[in-house]
């Protein structure tokens, strides 16, 4: 085993599944990944996952925390505001096969994401096909974990993630894609496509690929994640997160170099991650581990 060192060059929440991102300098580290991240999900009246794999104008909307409060915004909208204390009805939902208990955060919620989602033909489709959109909000009193044949048996807890609760990407990752999106004349792409929570700058392109864990000196307190399954990639990293509109450059180019025998051939970009030191336990009055950008990491290699 050996060790390369590095840092953290960027910090990314996504507090509603699928919609903008937000990139923060600092971020406390939870059990289910960082704090707010993915604690929200848009659903369809039967309460299963929307995405921008089936609306990519999500990705126009933008989200914050604030005090008490999560506010969206969107284009050509004005600005919803919700207390992040107050839900409604209880209801079921179901996201990538797992159904889990979530709270509805309400009607004005509601019509708002389909007053903006509907505007596009896409949108306008799904409402009339799936009913009117939710807004909901995770309930954490029941757990939702990862795989355990990826963990090798580790309870590593998610909120509405794909799969498990961190993603690691390298700056030297998005360069390489670059050089070879601009070679096939198209033009280069943000690391906010790829919606990554941690990026590492002082890698070699994919060196993160054979990562077998990232230790931090946090606060004191040793932070190890275990980076345990490649980022099997979707139709996502082809919407232009300025326009909420999809081509296939990146996947194309992905696929020409990205391909992963080991899942059966699916293109991947990242490593999913997952915490197994330093957390602060749940009855604990320790603060939780705060990352941040500019800090230093040790990588620790699988050879």
């Given at each position: 085993?050996?060790?390369?060192?590095?840092?953290?060059?960027?910090?990314?929440?996504?507090?509603?599944?699928?919609?903008?991102?937000?990139?923060?300098?600092?971020?406390?580290?939870t059990e289910t990944g960082l704090e707010w991240d993915r604690a929200w999900m848009v659903?369809?009246?039967?309460?299963?996952?929307?995405?921008?794999?089936?609306?990519?104008?999500?990705?126009?909307?933008?989200?914050?925390?604030?005090?008490?409060?999560?506010?969206?915004?969107?284009?050509?909208?004005?600005?919803?505001?919700?207390?992040?204390?107050?839900?409604?009805?209880?209801?079921?939902?179901?996201?990538?096969?797992?159904?889990?208990?979530?709270?509805?955060?309400?009607?004005?919620?509601?019509?708002?994401?389909?007053?903006?989602?509907?505007?596009?033909?896409?949108?306008?489709?799904?409402?009339?096909?799936?009913?009117?959109?939710?807004?909901?909000?995770?309930?954490?009193?029941?757990?939702?974990?990862?795989?355990?044949?990826?963990?090798?048996?580790?309870?590593?807890?998610?909120?509405?993630?794909?799969?498990?609760?961190?993603?690691?990407?390298?700056?030297?990752?998005?360069?390489?894609?670059?050089?070879?999106?601009?070679?096939?004349?198209?033009?280069?792409?943000?690391?906010?496509?790829?919606?990554?929570?941690?990026?590492?700058?002082?890698?070699?392109?994919?060196?993160?690929?054979?990562?077998?864990?990232?230790?931090?000196?946090?606060?004191?307190?040793?932070?190890?994640?275990?980076?345990?399954?490649?980022?099997?990639?979707?139709?996502?990293?082809?919407?232009?997160?300025?326009?909420?509109?999809?081509?296939?450059?990146?996947?194309?180019?992905?696929?020409?170099?990205?391909?992963?025998?080991?899942?059966?051939?699916?293109?991947?970009?990242?490593?999913?991650?997952?915490?197994?030191?330093?957390?602060?336990?749940?009855?604990?009055?320790?603060?939780?581990?705060?990352?941040?950008?500019?800090?230093?990491?040790?990588?620790?290699?699988?050879?």
């Amino acid at each position: 085993m050996s060790s390369v060192a590095a840092s953290l060059a960027q910090l990314w929440v996504y507090p509603v599944k699928s919609c903008a991102g937000t990139s923060v300098l600092a971020s406390a580290l939870t059990e289910t990944g960082l704090e707010w991240d993915r604690a929200w999900m848009v659903t369809d009246a039967q309460g299963r996952a929307i995405t921008q794999r089936q609306l990519p104008a999500m990705a126009l909307i933008t989200t914050r925390i604030r005090l008490s409060d999560i506010q969206l915004k969107a284009p050509g909208m004005l600005g919803l505001h919700l207390s992040m204390n107050e839900v409604e009805a209880p209801m079921k939902v179901e996201v990538w096969g797992d159904t889990v208990p979530a709270y509805d955060m309400g009607q004005l919620a509601s019509q708002w994401l389909g007053d903006f989602l509907g505007q596009t033909e896409r949108g306008q489709q799904l409402l009339k096909q799936r009913g009117p959109l939710h807004l909901v909000r995770f309930d954490p009193e029941h757990p939702r974990t990862s795989d355990p044949a990826w963990t090798g048996g580790v309870k590593a807890l998610n909120q509405f993630s794909d799969g498990f609760p961190l993603l690691v990407v390298s700056e030297a990752s998005l360069a390489e894609l670059n050089r070879r999106l601009t070679e096939a004349g198209h033009a280069a792409v943000g690391m906010e496509r790829f919606r990554p929570n941690l990026v590492l700058s002082g890698l070699s392109a994919h060196e993160e690929d054979q990562l077998r864990a990232l230790r931090m000196d946090v606060g004191g307190r040793s932070v190890t994640l275990q980076l345990v399954k490649p980022c099997g990639r979707c139709s996502i990293p082809d919407v232009n997160p300025q326009t909420g509109e999809a081509d296939d450059a990146v996947g194309q180019v992905l696929a020409s170099y990205r391909l992963d025998a080991g899942l059966k051939g699916e293109v991947t970009f990242g490593m999913n991650a997952i915490v197994t030191e330093g957390l602060v336990a749940a009855d604990s009055e320790e603060d939780e581990p705060v990352l941040r950008v500019s800090q230093a990491c040790q990588l620790l290699t699988r050879a």
